[in-house]
């Protein structure tokens, strides 16, 4: 069993009526003033420079609901009713991941790091990194190199008038830290894994950040899991400098229980000239909420943004995204796809920004939908605010069921419908796979794809937290 710092217990009640939020906040807010000398104590000076103002915001704020327009699709009443555990006196983890996890993809041969909860693993990597390149715990690089974590920690969530992203820099304590200099290109992937485990119910808060200077080059592909049969909420905040001419890949794969709530937070710096390919794919949660932020700072910057969803049963996926062209001669184009049975409900809200001096601005966004059984939902709202007069810009939303002419025409071929309607949902979300760049991750997550599309858990061959 994991000992750590536990909330009080929450008040009774009911968590349907929105009245009663408010006491939501409560007791982490009570945990927060008798324990901030203690996460104080154990993490870095850089990450405790901010964590008293962002408790006032929180404190100000609390967390989001549904009644707030960029939390419309996203209800939290249920998942943070529950009494989670927290680390604060950064208790040792019972795992050694490199012996639990594994899954990583075959062949791939990435630079392989985990986050047990909120706490980043020593890398036992026999591979060297580049020069100059540094992975590692955010709290243990921001006391050894405080200049160069300080340049960029919160600089981007300092924005953000956002309950969740301010009770993340007020609790988390770790998280990762990527750095790549200039003009360094990794050969590989790195791969992060965040595994959630505990014997109680447990919450994490980890901030990541994420740095590529002039003319860099990485991928980073982030897959999330769960271990244990107890309730999780995961809080992960990233944020991510893509400097001048670089180029950055960003994949999210969330694949954990129905007892887990996964709320992630992307925001995404961009400056002249780089390169953004973002991918997020859900294929087994229970809540998610995914917040993505790309700021285009710099002229003739590239973005492709996509995701997907497969939810069954009573899972929940929300995506948010906002890409905000803020510079003339930029290119965006974004497309996220859901296939939801059962009683699942998915939401979608994209927003496009076009600044009055972003001229010659091409930016397109797409959102379409599968629904395969009369209690699934969608939810969707695709937004464009264009200040500037010279741009190309167009958005869509489509919500259907699988085509009966094209589920008729192989079943005359002699394909069984069970079979039939697996293609057709295959081949719905095959150009999102085709975003991944590389080969055999883009092999391996079309496996767990039409895993998952014959209702299989989509769990990773020979992962023994899998099993």
Do not use: W
């Not at 075959?106 to 060297?128: C, E, H, M, Q, R």
């Not at 304590?173 to 590989?188: A, I, S």
């Not at 014997?199 to 901030?207: K, T």
């Not at 887990?260 to 949660?285: D, P, R």
């Amino acid at each position: 069993m994991i000992h750590c710092q536990c909330i009080t217990s929450f008040y009774g009640g009911d968590f349907t009526d929105p009245t009663l939020c408010m006491f939501m906040e409560k007791p982490y807010i009570d945990l927060y003033k008798e324990f901030a000398p203690v996460l104080k104590k154990h993490s870095a000076e850089v990450m405790n420079r901010y964590r008293d103002e962002a408790f006032a915001l929180f404190e100000e704020l609390g967390f989001p609901t549904n009644r707030q327009e960029h939390y419309l699709y996203t209800d939290l009443r249920e998942p943070l009713s529950v009494d989670y555990g927290l680390n604060i006196n950064r208790l040792s983890i019972p795992v050694d991941p490199y012996r639990a996890f594994k899954c990583d993809v075959p062949g791939i041969s990435s630079y392989l790091y985990f986050v047990v909860n909120d706490v980043f693993f020593p890398a036992k990597n026999t591979a060297v990194l580049p020069e100059g390149v540094i992975v590692g715990s955010l709290k243990e690089v921001a006391e050894r190199e405080p200049a160069l974590v300080e340049r960029y920690y919160a600089r981007l969530t300092q924005k953000k008038r956002d309950g969740i992203v301010a009770f993340n820099t007020a609790f988390a304590q770790d998280g990762f830290f990527v750095y790549v200099p200039e003009n360094v290109v990794l050969d590989k992937p790195l791969q992060i894994v965040n595994i959630m485990r505990s014997d109680v119910d447990f919450m994490a808060n980890s901030h990541n950040v994420v740095v590529l200077e002039q003319g860099a080059k990485a991928a980073v592909l982030v897959c999330d899991h769960t271990m244990d049969d107890v309730r999780f909420l995961a809080n992960r905040v990233t944020e991510v400098f893509v400097g001048k001419g670089a180029s950055y890949e960003h994949y999210k794969l969330e694949n954990t229980s129905e007892k887990n709530t996964n709320l992630s937070t992307l925001l995404i710096e961009q400056q002249e000239g780089s390169h953004v390919l973002g991918n997020v794919i859900t294929l087994h949660n229970g809540v998610t909420r995914n917040t993505i932020e790309i700021a285009l700072e710099g002229e003739h910057c590239e973005t492709m943004l996509c995701g997907m969803a497969l939810s069954d049963r009573e899972q929940r996926v929300d995506n948010f995204t906002s890409i905000l062209h803020n510079k003339p001669n930029c290119h965006s184009n974004e497309l996220f796809k859901y296939v939801l049975d059962d009683a699942s409900f998915g939401g979608f809200t994209g927003r496009l920004v076009v600044a009055q001096d972003a001229q010659k601005t091409q930016a397109y966004q797409s959102n379409k939908n599968l629904l395969l059984s009369k209690e699934a939902r969608m939810r969707t709202k695709p937004q464009l605010e264009i200040y500037a007069d010279d741009v190309k810009c167009s958005h869509g939303a489509t919500i259907g069921q699988l085509d009966e002419e094209a589920l008729f025409y192989l079943r005359s071929r002699g394909i069984s419908k069970q079979e039939a309607r697996l293609l057709l949902m295959f081949a719905f979300t095959a150009d999102i796979i085709e975003h991944i760049n590389i080969d055999l991750l883009q092999d391996r997550i079309r496996m767990l794809v039409e895993k998952r599309l014959r209702h299989g858990t989509s769990k990773c061959d020979g992962c023994v937290i899998c099993k």
